[in-house]
Structure formats: C-alpha cells, structure tokens
C-alpha cells in the first residue's frame, strides 16, 4: 500500500479520535449564527442535504441545526416549511462548545427547598439557570425572582433565606471550616428587593464573618431573624435596585438583634421588635410608625406585632390632678360627718 496514503488514513483516524474525545470533553453545546453563508440556493437543494455535508461529524445535533437555520433564515424557506428557495442566501450555524476546563470550580452553598413561579441562578462562569425545587446553589451565584415570584433557600449551615418578588442577591462568599472559626463566612449583596434572613452556624459564631450588605447600610447579627427591603422611599409596594434614586433600605428584627453600619461607619443597634431605616444621608430607628405597605408579608407582619414592645402611655396631667383632688374632697368630707 503506499505509504502516503496509509499515513493519510493514519491522520485522518487520529483527527476523528481527537474530535470525538473533545466533543465528550464539551461540557456545554451552544449553535450560534455564523459568519458564513451558502450565497445561493441552488434549484434541488434540500435542508437536510447541506446539514449533512456541513456537519457530518455533529449528526446528534443535526435536529437542533435544521431549526436554528429555518429560525435565522425565515426569507430562504417556503412558508410553514423546510423547502429552500432558490436563489436566497443561506447563513449557516456555528457550534460553540464550552470544555469543562474552562469553567471555574464552584463551591456549594445550599439548596432552593421551596419556590412559587420562577427564580434564575447566574453562577460564576456566568451561565443562567433557572431554578427548581432542590436545585443547588453556589458560592458566586447571582440569584434572581421574577415578578410574583418567591424563592426558599436553605445554606448549608441551616441558615434560611426568603428571597421576596422582584428581588436580587448575591452570594458574594460562603465558606465553611470546622468550628465555623474566623475563616468561615457569609456575605450577601442584597442588590435589589427583600429578603427574610434566619441565620445558621456562620451567623451564630462570634468568630464567623457574617455580612449582608444593601448599598445603604451593611447589617451584621448574631442569631437572629429579621426582614430587609429596598424600597421607593417609604413606598415598599415598589422595589428598588440599591443605587436606584430615592431607594430607601427598611429593616426589622424579629427576633435577635441587628447592627446596621453604613460606609462612614455610623452604626445602631436594632432589638427584636425594633423598625429601622437607612437612606445615603440617615440612619435610624422609627418611633413606633405604620409600617410602609408591601414591606412584610401577613405572616411577618403578624410576627412583628406579637414582638414589638407596646409604647408607655402617658397619663394626661389634668387627669392626674383632678383624681388628687378628689381623694382630698373625700377626706374632707368624712371628717365633717364625723
């Protein structure tokens, strides 16, 4: 046999091992438009024809190819059809694929326990899920709720998260090491919305670093259990992203205790039962107000109540006085009968 033509054979069959190893290293098949385009359509021509002398090494992606070009080329084929029009251009596909060597590693930090509508992950290596029902979630993860939409998280330290409608937060850093010390931490960016926060074992330890920061002000716990909200103001029917004009942050404890410190390091203490507010210029806890509409839900607002401390009702003066009096108009009265 001559020998090019067996070292052709030779190349030819180490270029298909290559290929398929690489294609079952692929973590992630992506078609995208390309920049290559069939100019004109020959009369006979068929769809399945081009596929198959196009991407004869992608046969199990040859239905996603065929759809994708009848969606990007909707002037090259016959109405509700896959006949090609003669003389049309044809652009083509390009498949992307994503190798598992370049995706960072990704550390677990809990898992989506309950949900109502929909909630999308956006993970470090910048891929969007959309969550499920024990779906996992990780270190890095940018998590989001649609509109109507609620998400529950649990960590695994046994903290609880309750991601409200409409709202963002960030995974900014989860680690735990044993005896949750000083190396362990959790740090939320709360970047739009509320969320209810009960804390775990990073949150219980006095080592631990525990943050959720909000833009207005960076809330620090040990144990405890309390609602933060991004508001329009005094408007918590209306969310707000943190860096929106006019967004107000709104807190309470409902049980615990808070800190909140803004930037200039300016920091209160909230108690459960407590209502605080933070914008760029203030920082503090409301007297005893109506809580702004769309800030809790029923049951955090019914937990709130029970919790609040009662204000001290003063008795008016004039009131005071006149019971005096009439305790000296009485013993008056009883030592002229006797």
Known sequence: MNKNLILGLLLAILSCSAYSTATLAATKIELVPSSRVILKIAPGMSIDEIIARIYPRDRDLWPQIKEKLIEWNPTSFRQYSEELVPGTRLKLVDIKRVYQEDLAPKTRAGYVARMTGSASARDINDRTTQLQINSRIFEGDRIETALDSTLFLIMDDGAEIYLKPDSVVKISEYTITPGYDENSSSILDLLRGG???ITGS????????????????????RGTDYV????KSDDCEQTVSRNDPGAKLHAVVLEGAITLTTDEEVQILMAMGEYGTATGETLLIEERVSLPSGFLDQQETQQFEATAAPVPVEQPPEEESSSTWMWIIGALLLVVGL
Do not use: E, M, P, W
């Open 195 to 197: 969320l209810r926060k």
């Open 202 to 221: 990073i949150g219980n330890s006095a080592l631990a670093n525990y943050q959720v920061q909000t833009g207005l002000a960076t809330i620090g716990i």
């Open 228 to 231: 933060v909200k991004l508001c």
